[in-house]
T-cell receptor, first 110, second 114 residues
């Protein structure tokens, strides 16, 4: 029912590397939001895209960026990875008053 | 968004009703009560939301007090698969304002025991 696919599900990277995560909402859904979830900080909003435009942005450094394609698929990129970037990265599609989340990508930075 | 207060953890026997409380005494007139849950290491799952009337769907029931300062999520027949962290959120619905993002507090860890 979530209707959001995220790839990959698990990822291990080394500090200093960069990573790209992918999110695909089911057809026709143009709003995609990205979140970072960690045990210490909880769920934190990264950014939201609507029809290929970044509509809102959270308080994350410029190392975190994203984009959305014409087919609504979205990518999130993190450059120069730090140990603190280890987290569950979640993508959600907006439907009326609700947000439906994908399974997330578990990123571990070593 | 108004702040919510939930118990840190609760236990429930399998097959019994699970009643999860949430206090939101500073809720505004245009804010809805939402419930999400998150099973370990999975994405959050939308459960239900309401404004002032009680709501029911295939997953749960939401009971909101008349003054709207508190609510209770009811899982009528809890199963082991309902073990999760349950988040209560109050926020403005619709596409305007800050509705583009969700903020979760600590939530309640519900453990359903066999």
């Amino acid at each position: 029912k979530a209707g959001v696919t995220q790839t990959p599900r698990y990822l291990i990277k080394t500090r200093g590397q960069q990573v790209t995560l992918s999110c695909s909402p089911i057809s026709g859904h143009r709003s995609v939001s990205w979140y970072q979830q960690t045990p210490g900080q909880g769920l934190q909003f990264l950014f939201e895209y609507f029809s290929e435009t970044q509509r809102n942005k959270g308080n994350f450094p410029g190392r975190f960026s994203g984009r959305q394609f014409s087919n609504s698929r979205s990518e999130m990129n993190v450059s120069t990875l730090e140990l603190g970037d280890s987290a569950l990265y979640l993508c959600a599609r907006q439907v009326s008053y609700e947000q439906y989340f994908g399974p997330g990508t578990r990123l571990t930075v070593t | 968004d108004a702040k919510t207060t939930q118990p840190t953890s609760m236990d429930c026997a399998e097959g019994r009703a699970a009643n999860l409380p949430c206090n939101h005494s500073t809720i505004s007139g245009n804010e809805y009560v939402y419930w999400y849950r998150q099973i370990h290491s999975q994405g959050p799952q939308y459960i239900i939301h309401g404004l002032k009337n009680n709501e029911t769907n295939e997953m749960a029931s939401l009971i909101i007090t008349e003054d709207r300062k508190s609510s209770t999520l009811i899982l009528p027949h809890a199963t082991l698969r309902d073990t999760a962290v349950y988040y209560c959120i109050v926020r403005v619905a619709g596409s305007g304002g800050s509705n583009y993002k969700l903020t979760f507090g600590k939530g309640t860890l519900l453990t359903v025991n066999p």
